[in-house]
T-cell receptor, first 114, second 118 residues
């Protein structure tokens, strides 16, 4: 079974600084997709960024970027120029190609301090 | 685009009653909808996968007679918590996938339903 591990239950960063959230996963599949979701206190799930496993280039969305290391099965999220609105739970998620079932990590609670 | 509406957002009811939660894809057709449960300060746990016109597929440990799922159309799935008890109190979130092709399309989430059973 596929698993997703987030080893940092909580992290904090000063406003305008950069922070990296870790995620590792375990799978024997070659075709899959990885996601980072953000859940603010409102509890709405917001897609931050996604990565297709077959793509070597790391995905980037404005201040958010990933470091995808397929061989190491690592998928970290870097948030640059952190903003107060980035305070939220961040979930790393995996889905296998051909199946849409999402497997979530336990989450990392990120606090951005002013 | 790709808006998922979930209703109600918060419901409080007495033990023993049944509660229905609706999940609608407003501007797209969703062949597949998913129901998750989230306990406080925990991650999302998939309860079941709902496919339009067919029976839902439940995850191991989820009671199908307790959590009835109906996906009658490409835009609507419902979760009914039957004979709800305090231990069923939780945050329930649905998500929907855009009609074919799958997997490379992200799931779009509803805003969730906070269920409190007294």
């Amino acid at each position: 079974a596929q698993t997703v591990t987030q080893s940092q239950p909580e992290m904090s960063v000063q406003e305008a600084e950069t922070v990296t959230l870790s995620c590792t996963y375990d799978t024997s599949e070659s075709n899959y997709y990885l996601f980072w979701y953000k859940q603010p206190p409102s509890r709405q799930m917001i897609l931050v960024i996604r990565q297709e496993a077959y793509k070597q280039q790391n995905a980037t969305e404005n201040r958010f970027s990933v470091n995808f290391q397929k061989a190491a099965k690592s998928f970290s999220l870097k948030i640059s120029d952190s903003q107060l609105g980035d305070t939220a739970m961040y979930f790393c998620a995996y889905t296998q190609g051909g199946s849409e079932k999402l497997v979530f990590g336990k989450g990392t609670k990120l606090t951005v301090n002013p | 685009g790709a808006v998922v509406s979930q209703h109600p957002s918060w419901v409080i009811c007495k033990s023993g009653t049944s509660v229905k939660i609706e999940c609608r894809s407003l501007d797209f057709q969703a062949t597949t909808m998913f129901w998750y449960r989230q306990f406080p300060k925990q991650s999302l746990m998939l309860m079941a996968t709902s496919n339009e016109g067919s029976k839902a597929t439940y995850e191991q440990g989820v009671e199908k007679d307790k959590f009835l799922i109906n996906h009658a159309s490409l835009t609507l799935s419902t979760l009914t918590v039957t004979s709800a008890h305090p231990e069923d109190s939780s945050f329930y979130i649905c998500s929907a996938s855009i009609y074919y092709p799958a997997s490379n399309q992200p799931q779009h989430f509803g805003d969730g339903t906070r269920l409190s059973i007294l």
